[in-house]
């Protein structure tokens, strides 16, 4: 197998090349990184067949202790039994320097009443709970920008952020959390279907986990191999359909599954010298610009303008590629810059 047909099935299993419903899309890449909801929106669109119903969507802290947007069927798949959880102390239920373990189950039982009735802003739940005798000090660990209360009552899949960009939160549907050993081996499964050919490192990289976790599952999985430049890749037989070539162009999102799910120094797509462009040192991962299988530059969308910051020249007949793929994708854009 050759590096260019490597990359060639993952764009196809990640449905880069053969769009398929966001249910499908979500499941398959196991949720959609979702610090930007506009970021996941995108990564939707370039993949779906049909516009996404974002009241059936879960948005919560999931993989790597990283928010993601999900489907409500995969609740007791990420909230299983067993799970590793990334917090600190003021993101549980937990006394921590701030306020006491008591008082965070009397906000707790707070928060919960509010949001049985309906949405709440973080504002609105933040006021309640001031009106309830909350002080700033308390405020510090409640409401904490990273986590606090509300991140520790979503590690517990009782509430979740409502999917869109303002922060919002409603009550989760209730739901049996899956067994660990069979919710492990749906997400290896999921994995290496949709984000394989993949390494055992890039499998520890996305799931932020031990090589022996991931050696252990693939013992387990009927998996396919292909040795290509001294590493070896797995796979699980997916979506083998779709273009016979490598598209001219794709933009690609910020925080885009295809990059996320790999080790970023092994990318098939991102060259060594364009890491920092897109992976920046602020934990930023940028939209970027595929030509030809390879990142060249990144894209900001700003009203009807598109910017896109090139990190290599490029043809007068690749830009113009450039330039049919933007209109394609946005029709509405009244010109592309190059800054």
């Not at 197998?1 to 419903?21: A, D, G, I, K």
């Not at 709440?120 to 005798?133: I, M, V």
């Not at 016979?244 to 120094?265: M, T, V």
Request: charged share 25%.
């Amino acid at each position: 197998m050759t590096m260019q047909e490597l990359r060639m099935l993952q764009l196809q299993h990640s449905h880069l090349l053969s769009p398929v419903s966001t249910q499908q899309v979500l499941q398959d890449l196991c949720g959609l990184q979702a610090q930007f909801f506009s970021n996941a929106l995108h990564a939707l669109r370039i993949r779906s067949s049909d516009e996404p119903q974002t009241t059936a969507f879960i948005k919560s802290w999931t993989l790597r202790g990283t928010m993601h947007v999900f489907v409500q069927e995969d609740l007791p798949l990420f909230f299983h039994e067993g799970r590793t959880i990334f917090l600190r102390t003021k993101d549980t239920m937990q006394t921590d320097e701030w306020i006491t373990s008591a008082r965070k189950s009397y906000f707790s039982a707070l928060v919960l009443d509010l949001l049985q009735q309906g949405e709440k802003t973080r504002e609105e739940l933040k006021s309640a709970c001031f009106a309830a005798g909350m002080t700033e000090r308390e405020a510090e660990s409640v409401f904490d920008p990273w986590g606090g209360l509300l991140r520790a009552l979503c590690g517990q899949g009782k509430i979740c952020h409502v999917a869109q960009e303002k922060k919002a939160f409603r009550r989760c549907p209730a739901f049996v959390p899956m067994d660990e050993q069979r919710a492990k081996r749906e997400l290896f499964t999921r994995y290496f279907t949709h984000y394989g050919p993949a390494t055992i490192r890039d499998a520890a990289y996305f799931f932020k986990t031990t090589q022996a976790e991931v050696k252990f599952w693939l013992s387990l999985l009927p998996v396919q191999t292909a040795e290509v430049d001294g590493r070896t890749y797995y796979w699980l037989p997916g979506t083998e359909s779709g273009a016979a070539e490598l598209p001219e162009c794709l933009f690609l999102a910020g925080f885009d599954p295809l990059l996320l799910g790999h080790e970023k120094s092994e990318s098939l797509f991102l060259p060594p010298e364009h890491l920092r462009g897109i992976f920046n040192l602020a934990g930023i991962v940028n939209p970027a610009v595929l030509l030809h299988g390879r990142v060249v530059g990144k894209w900001k969308r700003t009203g009807k303008k598109l910017s896109v910051t090139l990190f290599e020249p490029v043809s007068e007949r690749d830009r113009k590629a450039l330039e049919e793929a933007a209109h394609h994708l946005w029709p509405d854009i009244a010109s592309v810059l190059y800054p």
